[in-house]
């Protein structure tokens, strides 16, 4: 089955850290761009962060500036999202996004979403 799949999310305090991963299966991983999006309680889905094929290709929401960082190992089919000085807005539930940049498959693809909750 074509997929990807979150994990890693969790409850945090203020201050601490988590790391969260995507992993797709059944599909070329190495052909798609990577984006990280979050939903707040009672909020729209947001941009977190994107990596594209190549890891010089990265970008951030300011928001998160400075706190996140993104990172892909293709041989694993895996991309990952650090995160950092974690505060109580980044609470949300985090979804990965794969982008289809060449080759052939799905054009695009969600993940399920894991909750992330930072509070003390």
């Known amino acids: 089955q074509v997929q990807l799949v979150e994990s890693g999310g969790g409850l945090v305090q203020p201050g601490g850290s988590l790391k969260l991963s995507c992993a797709g299966s059944r599909f070329t991983f190495g052909d798609y761009a990577i984006h990280w999006h979050r939903q707040p309680p009672g909020k729209e889905r947001e941009f977190v962060a994107h990596?594209?094929?190549?890891?010089?290709?990265?970008s951030y929401a300011d928001s998160v500036k400075g706190r996140f960082t993104i990172s892909r190992v293709d041989a694993d089919n895996t991309v990952y999202l650090q995160m950092n000085s974690l505060k109580p807005e980044d609470t949300a539930v985090y979804y990965c996004y794969a982008k289809r940049l060449r080759g052939s498959g799905p054009s695009d693809l969600w993940g399920q979403g894991t909750q992330v909750t930072v509070s003390s």
């Open positions: 990596i594209a094929l190549s890891t010089a290709s990265i």
